[in-house]
């Protein structure tokens, strides 16, 4: 089967989708490079009729699992701490796919996406059960059809760095995930005047992949190749210019701290 007919054959039974919600664990929020391409994608998505809500997480008050599994035994499904999480648990349960747009750091997702995860802990029942691919698993305490569509970023010009985000994420969704979007040397993008046709294709990527969400209930290995296309035909290029920017930044903070 190809990556195509697996997604189209998991989905085949979740019915359309209406309601997206993001999750964007980016510390720059709104001023960084996830946000430029979940823009791109939500252009396509909305285009398409999908109702659509994003939640930055750097906006809100979430403060670390403290691992006491109340939300397990005293109030189940509850979690103690009376933070920003609870209501974003329900708005999570209400909606048909989840949309997490967040950027790589250190190989994994962002100190934010990181509490966010393990605080959806009681969106999961306690006991331990075999799951699909033989590995122990806990059950979902609601149960939906829900879609998940993964957008990262970063700052290096190779999807491989993707890898260990990639692997963690599959491990607890490997049945909802319909998109993985990655944007590799996303920093360039403040330069895209000098590469104007190979940005431009990348940003097609992500609209064809919203769009594709909207109208398919999935995203195309063609959508993913597109948004994930190289920029630069040479590496060399890219790290001449990575470069003359972090010497002019060194440079200017240096003559800042002089004056
Ligand atoms: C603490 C930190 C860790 C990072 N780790 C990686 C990394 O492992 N690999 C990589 O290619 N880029 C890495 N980056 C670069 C970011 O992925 C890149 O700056 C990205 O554009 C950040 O997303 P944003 O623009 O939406 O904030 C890191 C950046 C920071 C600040």
């Not at 823009?39 to 906006?59: F, H, I, Q, R």
């Not at 049945?175 to 294709?201: D, H, K, Q, W």
């Amino acid at each position: 089967m190809t990556r195509d007919e697996e997604r189209k054959a998991t989905t085949r039974n979740f019915g359309p989708v209406k309601k997206a919600l993001v999750i964007q664990g980016s510390p720059r929020g709104r001023k960084g490079w996830t946000d430029h391409c979940l823009d791109k994608y939500l252009e396509g998505l909305t285009g398409a009729g999908v109702e659509s809500e994003v939640v930055y997480l750097n906006k809100l008050n979430i403060g670390h699992c403290l691992g006491c599994f109340h939300c397990w035994t005293k109030t189940p499904g509850q979690c103690m701490q009376k933070d920003d999480m609870p209501p974003l648990l329900e708005k999570l349960i209400s909606a048909d796919l989840w949309v997490y747009a967040v950027p790589l750091y250190f190989f994994s997702v962002t100190g934010l996406f990181k509490d966010f995860l393990d605080r959806t802990v009681p969106l999961a029942e306690p006991f331990l059960i075999e799951g699909e691919n033989g590995l122990t698993s806990h059950p979902a305490r609601y149960k939906g059809n829900v879609r998940l569509v993964i957008i990262s970023v970063c700052g290096f010009p190779e999807t491989d760095h993707f890898g260990a985000l990639l692997d963690m994420l599959r491990r607890p969704y490997r049945n909802m995930i319909v998109g993985e979007l990655l944007r590799p040397a996303a920093e360039a993008i403040v330069a895209r005047e000098f590469f104007p046709e190979t940005y431009s294709r990348a940003m097609d990527g992500f609209i064809r992949a919203g769009r594709e969400t909207a109208e398919l209930g999935y995203v195309t290995e063609a959508a993913e190749q597109a948004a994930s296309a190289p920029f630069f035909e040479d590496n060399r290029f890219f790290y001449q210019m990575a470069n003359q920017y972090w010497t002019s930044e060194l440079e200017k903070a240096k003559s800042r701290s002089e004056a």
